[in-house]
């Protein structure tokens, strides 16, 4: 590892802001974990998404990062100030978060050398930029999200996983919690669970329509006679009612219960497979070796490119893909609409078709 870095006794990771972000972070906290293994780390992210990082072996705090005010950014100091954090690494690439660390006090600050806060940093990488014909542009090249992050762990000189995979963990208790509910939702032992995740925070363009989960989950208990387990989080309460409203399935609509991020994790465990859009439980899916099929419309696949063995990327190859606009520009929403019920079902076929040829073997 850098000099400056091996007598640090206590450092701060400034967590990115979106759910799945956070998710394909975890590598990195797992490689802080194992190159200062005696060090206090301690993590700092939204209050809304603690609950992600909730029983992992890779922090010893985790604090709330409101810095958007005064009065949270003098939080944050205080609290990092008591803990004493000489270093820290932000994932995030605002020049804002370099400024809430650098109120904090903390002198050595890493993160990639972007904006405005590329003058002041004590180090980071350079982003690659994008390549045309031979000639760079002033685009930053797409790399899936993973391997963007760990590129500051090896800017940092320190040692990577052999093998870097999305992690997530679980308690006891957590998992006795998760436990009643599925039995509250009379989900018992050797059911099949099918789950579906209709909503997506970044925008209604990532989202398949209301009408296609409802055609697709009476497809589902027609042949598979499944539990089917709606999973909805807060402020998707009225896809989750359009689903409902339009399907003659039998579904276990969650969206009453405010599952929260930590609680969603023992859901998404116990299904045989999850049918989502491309968002946050998606890599969920993917920390618990749970098959998932992901519902992709106006974003590059290439950002979410790693660990895919047991996902299918359904996306139409159409002219405005990818588009990365949170509403569709041109109001036909064309890459979501196009995926029928009848495509993702034939996905699922293939997974459990597979799943079964394995188990007989």
Known sequence: MLASLQSIDSLVVRCPNWVGDIVMATPVFECLRQNFPQATI??????????????????????????????GMKKIRK??????????????????????????????????????????????????????????????????????????????????PASPRVKLYISDRLAEKGEVRLNSYGIRPGDRVIGLNPGASFGSSKCWPAEHFAKLAELLQAKYRCKILLLVGPGEEDIADAIVAQSNAELIN??????????????VKRCEILITNDTGPRHYAVAFDVPNIVLMGPTNPLYTATNLEQTIVLQKDLPCVPCHK????????????????????????????????????
């Open 42 to 71: 301690t993590a700092c992210v939204r209050p809304y998404a603690k609950g992600i990082l909730q029983d992992s072996p890779w922090f010893d705090h985790i604090i709330d990062c409101e810095d958007k005010n005064v009065a």
């Open 326 to 361: 949170k509403v569709c520009p041109l109001g036909h929403h064309a890459c979501m609409t196009e995926i029928t019920a009848e495509m993702v079902l034939a996905k699922v076929d293939l997974v459990l078709n597979e799943r079964e040829s394995e188990g007989a073997a």
């Open 79 to 160: 609290e990092l100030k008591s803990l004493n954090a000489e270093a820290g690494l932000l994932l995030t690439n605002t020049s804002h978060s370099f400024l809430t660390f650098k109120l904090a006090g903390i002198s050595e600050i890493y993160g990639y050398k972007r904006n405005f806060r590329k003058h002041f940093l004590t180090g980071g990488p350079k982003p690659e930029m994008e390549v045309i014909n031979g000639r760079p542009t002033n685009k930053i090249r797409a790399l899936p999200m993973q391997d963007y992050y760990l590129q500051l762990c090896r800017y940092l000189e320190l040692e990577l």
């Open 254 to 267: 969650t969206a009453a219960d405010n599952i929260d991020l930590a609680e969603l994790k023992p859901l």
